[in-house]
């Protein structure tokens, strides 16, 4: 299994460009999300999928769109960059939601893609 | 909304020594999971705790969930090299998991 990856592993953007951030995983699970990691501040959530066709908002979710019209597919696309949008985006997934206490919940990482927008 | 303190934000620590990080909630949470980074890798799931005060042990780690399932603890025994990084807190509820800023450990030799 190469379990969840990412491409590209490096971008740079201008302001107002827009881009797709890939992401796959081959372990059949139904959730599926994006964060972005910013020094200081944690990981923090800005899309999430329960299942192919269902997504939902994060807690930073302004200027990002996501679709999940695959099982192992959950792009995240940027519509028109900004400088803030400066980051390292990691994408996850598991087979149950993270906060559902049963066991298969915990969440695995890819590698991620470090972001640059001048 | 839900938010997850974690402190210290850095602490460094002499080789052989022991150190705790801290996680708190300002709500009750359904569980808790404990995450750990790298220096430039991604973050690694290490352990979920669910229940009351219940405490966990990986090799030199010990967890605990506190009895009231607002806050967690993380204590790390006799440090070495290899436990360098960021430990993540990160915790569940309300179909929301909110991760804690971290705590970034370095280790004197």
């Known amino acids: 299994n190469a379990g969840v990856t990412q491409t590209p592993k490096f971008q740079v953007l201008k302001t107002g460009q827009s881009m797709t951030l890939q992401c796959a995983q081959d372990?059949?699970?139904?959730?599926m999300s994006w964060y972005r990691q910013d020094p200081g501040m944690g990981l923090r959530l800005i899309h999430y999928s329960v299942g192919a066709g269902i997504t939902d908002q994060g807690e930073v979710p302004n200027g990002y769109n996501v679709s999940r019209s695959t099982t192992e597919d959950f792009p995240l696309r940027l519509l028109s960059a900004a400088p803030s949008q400066t980051s390292v985006y990691f994408c996850?997934?598991?087979?149950?939601?993270?906060?559902?206490?049963?066991?298969?919940?915990?969440?695995?990482f890819g590698p991620g893609t470090r972001l640059t927008v001048t | 909304g839900q938010q997850v303190m974690q402190i210290p934000q850095y602490q460094h620590v002499q080789e052989g020594e022991d150190f705790t990080t801290y996680c708190n909630s300002s709500t009750t949470l359904s569980n808790i999971q404990w995450y750990k980074q790298r220096p430039g890798g991604h973050p690694v799931f290490l352990i979920q705790l669910v229940k009351s005060g219940e405490v966990k042990k990986q090799k030199r780690l010990t967890f605990q969930f506190g009895e009231a399932k607002k806050n967690s603890s993380l204590h790390i025994t006799a440090t070495q090299t290899t436990d360098v990084g960021t430990y993540f807190c990160a915790g569940g509820n309300d179909y929301k998991l909110s991760f804690g800023a971290g705590t970034t450990v370095t280790v004197r030799a």
């Open positions: 996850a997934s598991s087979y149950r939601p993270p906060w559902d206490s049963l066991p298969r919940n915990e969440q695995y």
């Open positions: 372990m059949n699970h139904e959730y």
